[in-house]
């Protein structure tokens, strides 16, 4: 339990909060509970890409929210978001180190990969950072190479995996379920036609990453229970759809969850998306995608 507000700090991006984020994470957790200080995370928003270079087409594996949720399931007390902003970006080293680590956040140990850099065109170090950190009083705990290099992990990595539909690589670099989070919305009632009702779900933040078009194996919690389900990602060519849609139909479910906040995961990738010639061969195949669904839940439930 923190009894003083002195933090134990490590800065990131921590997009996608991954295994090997998560060993920075515990560390930091661990620190601070043996000298019971605050754990804490000076992440940055937006993406210095989006701000530098105007960027809009980075795609993030957590939206900030997510981000924020995920580091606090890990025991962090504390999540600093510092808005990255040109003016942010042309802070000197020192003065970045002097008026936010030092004077704003009270920082008395960082504990940092031996590759970060920071201050103006990222021109300063680790080494660096400890120069500071004696002249500042406070410690820099220094995570090496080789251990960084144990977890093989990347947000690259991650990213590709999702946008190939390999589902189960990017949850084992991950370390839990990806998902995204939205609001279920009205769509155009095709799928109740075919005996399928899906909800279809809005995704606020553009820059959230969404896996590659195609039929994927998903679970949610709704109203306090888990709740399986198949969902589409894709244009809907059977129906000459045009706008890419998220949809889910949920299994042996049947409340009304319009407007409801849904957070659904991702956990096996059945197929792409196809046209097929008419709308019965393509509830012919929904049959064929949740018979397989449900075999692939009953594998990992047994």
């Known amino acids: 339990m923190t009894t003083n507000t002195e933090k134990i700090l490590t ?10 984020h998560q060993k920075i994470i515990k560390r930091v957790v661990k620190i601070a509970s043996e000298k019971e200080s605050k754990p804490a995370v000076l992440t940055l928003f937006p993406h210095p890409r989006m701000v530098l270079q105007k960027d809009d087409s980075i795609k993030l594996l957590n939206t900030i929210d997510e981000r924020i949720q995920l580091l606090k399931s890990l025991g962090i007390e ?43 065109n990222r021109s300063a170090n680790i080494d660096n950072l400890k120069v500071f ?8 705990e220094e995570i090496s190479a080789q251990e960084i290099k144990d977890v093989t992990v990347s947000s690259t990595k991650i990213r590709n995996a999702l946008k190939n539909g390999n589902i ?3 949850n084992a670099y991950l370390g839990y379920e990806y998902f995204i989070s939205g609001e279920v919305v009205k769509g155009k009632g095709i799928g ?11 995704i606020k ?21 888990t709740i399986y389900g198949m969902m589409n990602i894709g244009t809907n060519p059977t129906v000459s759809g045009k706008a ?7 299994f042996d479910f049947y409340s009304d969850i319009y407007g409801k906040s849904l957070k659904i995961e991702f956990l096996h990738w059945l197929r792409s998306e196809q046209k097929f010639e008419n709308l019965k061969a393509l509830k012919k195949q929904l049959s064929k995608d949740m018979t397989e669904a449900l075999e692939f839940i009953k594998s990992v439930n047994a």
Do not use: M, W
Not at 192 to 202: E, G, M, Q, S
């Open 192 to 202: 109740r036609t075919l005996d399928y009702p899906t909800a279809n779900i809005r």
């Open 205 to 225: 933040e553009s820059y959230k990453l969404i896996p590659s078009d195609g039929v994927y194996v998903v679970k949610s919690e709704i109203e306090g229970f």
């Open 244 to 250: 890419r849609s998220i949809e889910v139909h949920f």
């Open 11 to 20: 800065i990131g991006t921590f997009d996608g909060v991954h295994v090997g």
């Open 78 to 120: 504390e999540v600093i978001v510092k808005e990255f902003t040109k003016g942010f970006a042309n802070l000197s080293a020192k003065d970045y180190v002097k008026q936010i680590l030092v004077d704003e956040l009270n920082t008395k140990q960082i504990v940092i990969g031996y590759d970060h850099h920071f201050g103006k």
């Open 133 to 140: 950190a004696r002249e500042y009083g406070f410690k820099v």
């Open 168 to 170: 189960e690589v990017a």
